[in-house]
C-alpha cells in the first residue's frame, strides 16, 4: 500500500512526536502573548473579543487533536489504518485555527477559507479509504458487497425517483483461481466522494482567481457576483459526496 513506502523509522516517529508536542506548546504560548497584547493595545472592540473567545476555543480543542495524533504515531502498528487516522485528526487543528485566522485577518478571509475547505474535502476521502482500510482492502470490500442484500443499492425518496438501484456485485470474468467480481456500487460511492476533492481544489483556483480581479463578493447571490456560481457547484458536489459516503458506509 501507499502508506506503507512512506514509512519513517522507530526514532523518526518518536522525534516527530515530540516535535509535534514542543510546537504546539509554543504555538500556544505565543499565541496567547500575541493576542493578549493585541487586546490591550486596541481596546475591547467587539470583533476582537469574538476572536478572543474563538482563540479560548482552539486553545481547547488543538490540543486535544494533537495527544491524538501523538499517541497513534507513537503506537503505529497498523499503519495502513492509522496514517489515515491521523489525517482525519489533523482535521480539527485546521479548520480551528483556519476559521479563527479568518476572525483577525478579514482581508484574507477567502483565500483561509478556500484552503481550509480543501483540507476537509480530503478529509472525507481520507475517511472513505479508512473504511476500506478497515473492511480489508478494496479485493475484500468487492467480496463482501457482492454477498449483501441488493436492497442496501436501493435509493431513497426522491432519489429512488431518478436513480436506479446501484449492483452490489457482479462477475465480470473467470479465471483459473475462480470468479472475478467488480461492485458498480463501491465504484458510484468511490467517484462520488472524489468528485468532491476534485471540484473543491478545482473552484478554489477559481475563487482565488475571481477574488483578485474584484468578480468574487462573498455573500452576494448577484448575477453579476462569481459567489453564486462558486456556492451553487460547492453545495451540489458536497452534498452528493455527503449522500454517497453514509450510503456506502451503511451498506457495509
Keep these: 500500500p501507499p502508506c506503507m513506502n512512506l514509512l ?7 522525534l516527530l512526536s515530540r516535535l509535534l508536542i514542543l510546537t504546539t506548546l509554543l504555538s500556544l504560548i505565543i499565541s496567547t502573548l500575541w493576542y ?6 486596541r481596546g475591547s472592540e467587539p470583533h476582537l473579543i469574538a476572536w478572543f473567545s474563538a482563540g479560548a476555543f482552539v486553545l481547547l480543542g488543538f490540543p486535544i487533536s494533537i495527544a491524538g495524533i ?27 485555527v483556519g476559521s479563527w485566522l479568518c476572525l483577525r485577518f478579514k482581508s484574507y478571509a477567502v483565500i483561509i477559507e478556500t484552503g481550509r475547505d480543501c483540507y476537509e474535502s480530503y478529509v472525507i476521502y481520507c475517511f472513505l479509504n479508512f473504511l476500506i482500510q478497515v473492511l480489508g482492502g478494496e479485493d475484500a470490500l468487492v467480496r463482501i458487497l457482492k454477498d449483501k442484500s441488493p436492497t442496501r443499492g436501493f435509493h431513497l425518496f426522491p ?14 470474468s473467470k479465471t483459473s483461481l475462480g470468479v472475478e467480481w467488480s461492485s458498480p456500487f463501491y465504484l458510484k ?33 448577484e448575477l453579476n457576483s462569481g459567489y453564486l456560481y462558486i456556492s451553487t457547484i460547492i453545495n451540489i458536489s458536497q452534498c452528493w459526496a455527503l449522500y454517497c459516503l453514509p450510503v456506502f458506509f451503511f451498506a457495509t
Design 189 to 221: 460511492c468511490k467517484f462520488g466522494v472524489l468528485q468532491y476533492v476534485l471540484i473543491k481544489i478545482l473552484t478554489t483556483f477559481a475563487t482565488v482567481g475571481l477574488q483578485v480581479n474584484g468578480m468574487y463578493t462573498e455573500g452576494s447571490f
Design 159 to 172: 432519489l429512488s425517483v431518478c436513480l436506479k438501484p446501484w449492483i452490489m456485485g457482479q462477475p465480470e
Design 36 to 41: 493578549s497584547h493585541d487586546l490591550y493595545t
Design 8 to 14: 519513517p523509522s522507530p526514532s523518526s516517529r518518536l
Design 70 to 96: 501523538y499517541g497513534h504515531l507513537s503506537n503505529y502498528e497498523q499503519p495502513t489504518i492509522q496514517c489515515y487516522v491521523v489525517r482525519i485528526l489533523w482535521m480539527v487543528p485546521v479548520y480551528s
